[in-house]
């Protein structure tokens, strides 16, 4: 079995679980780190083991006999390292956001595309209880659809480092949380055709970390509503102002309801008219007739990003959650900017091939009596 070579570029503490995730695989090293500072990369590399450290990613990339790279640098600093490592034909697991400009995102996948090279940009989605709710997104368990939610909301993030600095971020709670709720709907639901949305700062005085006060510039509150060609809504908001964390994805049916990690539960889904085999019956909101179908979550192996891309490395295959995805993705979110500033809806221009594809009839809710 070949050795997959990897190079990481960026030195933060987010850079720490792909290190520890190559460590567990068979065949796979981090050969070289880069970041601005070198003292960093160089103490990212003591730490890892890892032989080399650069503080120019050309020059690592050209020096280094890589396989791909990884990208967990801040999101401004996204665009330039994938496409130098596109450009030079390497493969790229990328964090999230893709970019902080949707020319940038757009510029990424094309070039993929030129390249022939695995372009894997992040939110990754395919946990266990994502692909078992998967497989009850069906007019068979909840009957048309006929709207969605999501949420990733939490206090905030405790770091001040660049999070709340707009020249550095580029956007706040819409790049760094909603991409997270957006992903997972369109993930489940396929593509949308339009985005409205209401975006501003609520909190401009913050308290972070150990009470160090610090002045933010960056959008904490944005509340969207996704359209579907069938015409269901999907609302969908990122608040950094809760005193706790909320991150749930609900799909409802005209009969039922999927709901992933929702009130304790990794995936429930109300279904009164039958019940699922091989499920657990609980009350789910107070509601009778949900179902928590753990052996069918239990189905499905749970997947380490990093194991997941070293597959699509070693398969040619591109990663289930495509470039082309994942663009359309950050399309609902560049978009939800552009309607804020404009008071107008966004009409989306991209698209793509859903991995799991829903019978189209599921969101036909005028055609018949239902």
């Given at each position: 079995?070949?050795?997959?070579?990897?190079?990481?570029?960026?030195?933060?503490?987010?850079?720490?679980?792909?290190?520890?995730?190559?460590?567990?695989?068979?065949?796979?090293?981090?050969?070289?780190?880069?970041?601005?500072?070198?003292?960093?990369?160089?103490?990212?590399?003591?730490?890892?083991?890892?032989?080399?450290?650069?503080?120019?990613?050309?020059?690592?990339?050209?020096?280094?006999?890589?396989?791909?790279?990884?990208?967990?640098?801040?999101?401004?600093?996204?665009?330039?390292?994938?496409?130098?490592?596109?450009?030079?034909?390497?493969?790229?697991?990328?964090?999230?956001?893709?970019?902080?400009?949707?020319?940038?995102?757009?510029?990424?996948?094309?070039?993929?595309?030129?390249?022939?090279?695995?372009?894997?940009?992040?939110?990754?989605?395919?946990?266990?209880?994502?692909?078992?709710?998967?497989?009850?997104?069906?007019?068979?368990y909840i009957g048309k659809i006929t709207g969605a939610e999501a949420q990733l909301s939490l206090p905030g993030p405790w770091r001040?480092?660049?999070?709340?600095?707009?020249?550095?971020?580029?956007?706040?709670?819409?790049?760094?949380?909603?991409?997270?709720?957006?992903?997972?709907?369109?993930?489940?639901?396929?593509?949308?055709?339009?985005?409205?949305?209401?975006?501003?700062?609520?909190?401009?005085?913050?308290?972070?970390?150990?009470?160090?006060?610090?002045?933010?510039?960056?959008?904490?509150?944005?509340?969207?509503?996704?359209?579907?060609?069938?015409?269901?809504?999907a609302v969908i908001r990122s608040l950094w102002g809760l005193s706790h964390k909320q991150n749930h994805t609900i799909i409802y049916?005209?009969?039922?309801?999927?709901?992933?990690?929702?009130?304790?539960?990794?995936?429930?889904?109300?279904?009164?008219?039958?019940?699922?085999?091989?499920?657990?019956?609980?009350?789910?909101?107070?509601?009778?007739?949900?179902?928590?179908?753990?052996?069918?979550?239990?189905?499905?192996?749970?997947?380490?990003?990093?194991?997941?891309?070293?597959?699509?490395?070693?398969?040619?295959?591109?990663?289930?959650?495509?470039?082309?995805?994942?663009?359309?993705?950050?399309?609902?979110?560049?978009?939800?900017?552009?309607?804020?500033?404009?008071?107008?809806?966004?009409?989306?221009?991209?698209?793509?091939?859903?991995?799991?594809?829903?019978?189209?009839?599921?969101?036909?809710?005028?055609?018949?009596?239902?």
């Open positions: 079995m070949k050795t997959i070579n990897l190079g990481m570029i960026g030195s933060g503490h987010v850079s720490n679980r792909y290190f520890e995730q190559a460590a567990m695989l068979e065949g796979v090293r981090f050969v070289a780190t880069c970041s601005k500072r070198l003292d960093n990369a160089e103490k990212k590399a003591a730490t890892y083991g890892v032989p080399r450290w650069y503080d120019d990613y050309r020059v690592m990339m050209d020096r280094e006999k890589l396989d791909a790279v990884v990208v967990t640098t801040p999101h401004s600093v996204h665009a330039e390292p994938v496409l130098a490592a596109l450009e030079r034909g390497l493969n790229v697991l990328n964090e999230k956001p893709m970019a902080t400009t949707f020319e940038d995102c757009k510029r990424m996948v094309s070039l993929a595309e030129e390249k022939g090279v695995i372009f894997m940009s992040l939110p990754f989605d395919l946990n266990p209880a994502f692909l078992a709710a998967s497989e009850f997104v069906t007019e068979h001040d480092n660049w999070y709340y600095d707009k020249t550095i971020a580029h956007g706040g709670a819409v790049l760094d949380c909603l991409v997270y709720p957006v992903s997972r709907l369109i993930g489940l639901l396929g593509p949308a055709v339009s985005v409205v949305a209401e975006v501003n700062t609520l909190i401009p005085n913050r308290i972070v970390g150990e009470g160090k006060k610090v002045n933010s510039d960056v959008d904490d509150n944005v509340t969207i509503i996704v359209q579907f060609a069938g015409g269901q809504h049916g005209r009969s039922g309801t999927v709901a992933l990690n929702d009130s304790g539960f990794p995936l429930v889904v109300h279904s009164p008219e039958q019940a699922l085999p091989n499920a657990e019956q609980v009350s789910w909101r107070g509601i009778e007739n949900c179902y928590v179908p753990y052996g069918k979550i239990a189905s499905y192996p749970k997947e380490e990003i990093i194991a997941y891309f070293v597959h699509c490395l070693r398969s040619g295959e591109q990663p289930i959650q495509s470039g082309k995805q994942q663009l359309h993705v950050h399309e609902i979110m560049f978009g939800a900017y552009r309607s804020a500033e404009s008071g107008q809806r966004y009409q989306l221009t991209t698209s793509f091939a859903p991995w799991d594809k829903l019978n189209p009839d599921i969101f036909d809710t005028r055609s018949r009596y239902i």
